[in-house]
């Protein structure tokens, strides 16, 4: 079954603290980009990868890093969060990095930083 | 940078009647995508449109991207409980297929 799969779903941590939200697909899709989405503000693209080794900033990546070291994984990490990164953070994945291909997402993350 | 737009921000609708969400571009769509979700879940892909003036169907749900491919609208006939949720519109930011931006979404209420 195809799959995106994010880890954990649920995390409460507090403000300095270092952590990462893994992401796994199944496809081998080359395309894989992370978003967060904010009551009001909608989903906003953090960063995207158009292949292994290949990353680039999104709108907001103001905060995060993420590798792609393989293609099947893309993690997001937080280096030392704010609770302004309180937020439900999304994991997608494409075929490659072409227009009019569809977006696969993860089940989401659900992240609050005290 | 391109922006969508999306009307209404929210929609109750009595089951069984017919509903349409837009979805607005400041600049030309490549790609545009709809997606559902319920809340605080993941998106559920629904349709792609590529070429102005196209149309997709699927179930009871219409999307269509009009021939300028600055707005798209999903239509909903006969609505249902089970239609109940978050429409989201997005695009292709530019033609590289590399940035994506979303729309704020329409929340979608459906009384039974």
């Known amino acids: 079954e195809a799959q995106v799969t994010q880890n954990p779903r649920y995390l409460i941590t507090v403000t300095g603290k270092k952590l990462t939200v893994t992401c796994s697909q199944n496809m081998n899709h080359e395309y894989m980009s992370w978003y967060r989405q904010d009551p009001g503000l909608g989903l906003r693209q953090i960063y995207y990868s158009m292949n292994v080794e290949v990353t680039d900033k999104g709108d907001v990546p103001e905060g995060y890093k993420v590798s792609r070291k393989e293609k099947r994984n893309f993690p997001l990490i937080l280096e030392s969060p704010s609770p302004n990164q309180t937020s439900l953070y999304f994991c997608?994945?494409?075929?490659?990095?072409?227009?009019?291909?569809?977006?696969?997402f993860g089940p989401g993350t659900r992240l609050l930083v005290l | 940078s391109q922006e969508l737009e999306q009307s209404p921000q929210s929609l109750i609708v009595q089951e069984g009647k017919n509903l349409t969400i837009n979805c607005t571009s400041s600049k030309t769509l490549y790609g545009l995508y709809w997606y559902k979700q319920k809340y605080g879940e993941g998106l559920i892909f629904l349709m792609m449109l590529q070429k102005g003036g196209e149309e997709k169907s699927h179930e009871k749900i219409t999307a269509k991207l009009d021939e300028k491919k600055q707005q798209s609208s999903l239509h909903i006939t006969a609505s249902q409980p089970s239609h109940a949720g978050i429409y989201l519109c997005g695009a292709d930011a530019d033609n590289y297929g590399q940035n994506f931006v979303f729309g704020p979404g329409t929340r979608l209420s459906v009384l039974p």
């Open positions: 997608a994945t494409r075929i490659g990095g072409t227009w009019g291909e569809t977006q696969y």
